[in-house]
T-cell receptor, first 113, second 110 residues
Framework: KAGVTQTPRYLIKTRGQQVTLSCSPISGHRSVSWYQQTPGQGLQFLFEYFSETQRNKGNFPGRFSGRQFSNSRSEMNVSTLELGDSALYLC????????????FGPGTRLTVL | GEDVEQSLFLSVREGDSSVINCTYTDSSSTYLYWYKQEPGAGLQLLTYIFSNMDMKQDQRLTVLLNKKDKHLSLRIADTQTGDSAIYFCARRSGNTPLVFGKGTRLSVIA
């Protein structure tokens, strides 16, 4: 069974631009969560989607948004990029919301210059 | 203080046991987890324990939970160089999102 895939793996943007990251969950998984990982703040929860609905949201500004499609694939968007948005963005999939087994993708490394 | 705390570094010799410790503040935590992250990779779920258990063993991994002290530990027996990675402790209450510690970097010396 294929794992969680994230595209692109690496991305370089400049301040003020916007970016869209994509996550394809494991086949059959309907819940997708997004996390931001930085050296200073560690792993912080962004949002969780299940059946195309946002179920939980972390404490991030409105520049961070996401969505989930009917095939469970998810995208997250960051608008008006800031230097502090440079991070590893991790996506995790699970069968349902609150499942104990979340499987993480390799992440997208975003660098904002 | 932080919600979930871990020491940042641990160094052990190959063949020895490693013990990674974690403390948390939220007594409503229902599940506690250990994840492993290797360089350039995402997080791999190693094991998890329900809060009404005090121990769980899975091959070389032993998880101990002291709910009274809100202390969780991960013991890796016969540590190998391939165990070198960052280990994250995480907790969850009900269906709320995972809350992670900052991670412990384990270095295994051959």
């Amino acid at each position: 069974k294929a794992g969680v895939t994230q595209t692109p793996r690496y991305l370089i943007k400049t301040r003020g631009q916007q970016v869209t990251l994509s996550c394809s969950p494991i086949s059959g998984h309907r819940s997708v969560s997004w996390y931001q990982q930085t050296p200073g703040q560690g792993l912080q929860f962004l949002f969780e989607y299940f059946s195309e609905t946002q179920r939980n949201k972390g404490n991030f500004p409105g520049r961070f948004s996401g969505r989930q499609f009917s095939n469970s694939r998810s995208e997250m968007n960051v608008s008006t990029l800031e230097l502090g948005d440079s991070a590893l963005y991790l996506c995790a999939s699970s069968l349902v919301t609150g499942s104990n087994e979340q499987f993480f993708g390799p992440g997208t490394r975003l660098t904002v210059l | 203080g932080e919600d979930v705390e871990q020491s940042l570094f641990l160094s052990v010799r190959e063949g020895d046991s490693s013990v990674i410790n974690c403390t948390y503040t939220d007594s409503s935590s229902t599940y506690l987890y250990w994840y492993k992250q290797e360089p350039g990779a995402g997080l791999q779920l190693l094991t998890y324990i329900f809060s009404n258990m005090d121990m769980k063993q899975d091959q070389r991994l032993t998880v101990l939970l002291n709910k009274k002290d809100k202390h969780l530990s991960l013991r890796i027996a016969d540590t190998q160089t391939g165990d070198s990675a960052i280990y994250f402790c995480a907790r969850r209450s009900g269906n709320t999102p995972l809350v992670f510690g900052k991670g412990t970097r384990l270095s295994v010396i051959a």
